[in-house]
T-cell receptor
Framework: GEDVEQSLFLSVREGDSSVINCTYTDSSSTYLYWYKQEPGAGLQLLTYIFSNMDMKQDQRLTVLLNKKDKHLSLRIADTQTGDSAIYFCAESISQGNLIFGKGTKLSVKP | DAGVIQSPRHEVTEMGQEVTLRCKPISGHDYLFWYRQTMMRGLELLIYFNNNVPIDDSGMPEDRFSAKMPNASFSTLKIQPSEPRDSAVYFC???????????FGPGTRLTVT
């Protein structure tokens, strides 16, 4: 069945770039998403990319999509302590269904 | 808009009791989703509604779980009887255009002892 895989933890120093990676299985996914979850809160949509794009940039965020390898990445430039959170990759498999990865916990050290 | 509203924020109950979680979606959103989040299983979709109609409830774990959406501004998720393995954070989310751009509520942390 459909599956989304992410590494569970990433630790970086403040000011460095963070790269969070994700692999997915459904090649028919139209959109792929990155959500952010801060402690004690619900998920918040960060950005998304249409499946016919290779890259999307939004301020400090860069999303790269390799459709052949079914690999998605999120790069956060100049990572700040406020970026510490759990980041979820998700693929849409139908109008009403998103498959989420288990999330990558990003820790930013000062 | 106030965003998606969930109540209660925390619920502690004893095994065997009935639990009702509530959700008010963002006004105008046609889709409503219920999720469960645990450390072991991550985020699981339980059920979603479109225009108040349940579309996919294949994620509902068993008959002890039921969800309703009597109108466009209110939904409930009921667990009867509750069990310790139901302990989790339950999220409600709503969306205007379907699965992608979902707006999540703050969640209800359920503890069943």
């Amino acid at each position: 069945g459909e599956d989304v895989e992410q590494s569970l933890f990433l630790s970086v120093r403040e000011g460095d770039s963070s790269v969070i990676n994700c692999t997915y299985t459904d090649s028919s996914s139209t959109y792929l998403y990155w959500y952010k979850q801060e402690p004690g809160a619900g998920l918040q949509l960060l950005t998304y990319i249409f499946s016919n794009m290779d890259m999307k940039q939004d301020q400090r965020l860069t999303v790269l999509l390799n459709k052949k390898d079914k690999h998605l990445s999120l790069r956060i430039a100049d990572t700040q302590t406020g970026d510490s959170a759990i980041y979820f990759c998700a693929e849409s498999i139908s109008q009403g269904n998103l498959i989420f990865g288990k999330g990558t916990k990003l820790s930013v050290k000062p | 808009d106030a965003g998606v509203i969930q109540s209660p924020r925390h619920e502690v109950t004893e095994m065997g009791q009935e639990v009702t979680l509530r959700c008010k979606p963002i006004s105008g959103h046609d889709y409503l989703f219920w999720y469960r989040q645990t450390m072991m299983r991550g985020l699981e979709l339980l059920i979603y509604f479109n225009n108040n109609v349940p579309i996919d409830d294949s994620g509902m774990p068993e008959d002890r779980f039921s969800a309703k959406m009597p109108n466009a501004s209110f939904s409930t998720l009921k667990i009867q009887p509750s069990e310790p393995r139901d302990s989790a954070v339950y999220f409600c989310a709503s969306s205007l255009l379907g699965a992608g751009e979902q707006y999540f509520g703050p969640g209800t942390r359920l503890t069943v002892t």
